[in-house]
T-cell receptor
Framework: AQKITQTQPGMFVQEKEAVTLDCTYD???????LFWYKQPSSGEMIFLIY??????QNATEGRYSLNFQKARKSANLVISASQLGDSAMYFC????????????FGTGTRLLVSP | NAGVTQTPKFQVLKTGQSMTLQCAQD?????MYWYRQDPGMGLRLIYY???????DKGEVPNGYNVSRLNKREFSLRLESAAPSQTSVYFC??????????????FGEGSRLTVL
């Protein structure tokens, strides 16, 4: 079974609008972490945001927020006020357990922001 | 700060040739990883090293070997390259200090083509 599922291969949004990128996960661990990475066309992997399984508040980093719904096992990324530079691939990833930081990645969502 | 440096950035091989991808990090991280990225498949873990002196197989280890040379360096070797190993390879590292989320820090990627 897929540990991380991103069901949206591609998403379109207009500049200045908000967009939600979906991510669901599968784990039986009580302690885990969820990550989002951005990969622009230049290819580098950029860490965006992190949510721990015990964190009670949704994580936020500037225009990025993580809509964490533990019971539904979802960790959606919300980008507010989209910018042209947000056009990229976005990957959701999960670390299971504590200590070692091996991440399992989803297949990604390509976001295109139009003027 | 160099972060994670991997070489070479590009390589073309013929089937059956061997090569080594080099990776070094200067963040004093304990853990290092090799991932491969293929279209539509996200990033898949090849091998990892939780700490100096240890290495373990990831999701797709066949056809690869690794060496954790010291705390800084983690190399990936293809002994007899096959066209199925055409991919973009990412080295990453992680460490957990006070307040750290344990996110992976990635190199810029190495694009390998096997003819």
């Amino acid at each position: 079974a897929q540990k991380i599922t991103q069901t949206q291969p591609g998403m379109f949004v207009q500049e200045k609008e908000a967009v939600t990128l979906d991510c669901t996960y599968d784990t039986s661990d009580q302690s885990y972490g969820l990550f989002w990475y951005k990969q622009p066309s230049s290819g580098e992997m950029i860490f965006l945001i992190y949510q721990g399984s015990y964190d009670e508040q949704n994580a936020t980093e500037g225009r990025y927020s993580l809509n964490f719904q533990k019971a539904r096992k979802s960790a959606n990324l919300v980008i507010s006020a989209s910018q042209l530079g947000d056009s990229a691939m976005y990957f959701c990833a999960m670390r299971e357990g504590v200590g070692f930081q091996k991440l399992v990645f989803g297949t990604g969502t390509r976001l295109l922001v139009s003027p | 700060n160099a972060g994670v440096t991997q070489t070479p950035k590009f390589q073309v091989l013929k089937t059956g040739q061997s090569m080594t991808l080099q990776c070094a990090q200067d963040m004093n991280h304990n853990s290092m990883y090799w991932y491969r990225q293929d279209p539509g498949m996200g990033l898949r873990l090849i091998y990892y090293s939780a700490s100096e002196g240890t290495t373990d197989k990831g999701e797709v280890p066949n056809g690869y070997n690794v060496s954790r040379l010291n705390k800084r360096e983690f190399s990936l070797r293809l002994e007899s390259a096959a066209p199925s190993q055409t991919s973009v390879y990412f080295c990453a590292s992680s460490g957990k200090g006070q307040g750290a989320t344990g996110e992976l820090f990635f190199g810029e990627g190495s694009r390998l083509t096997v003819l």
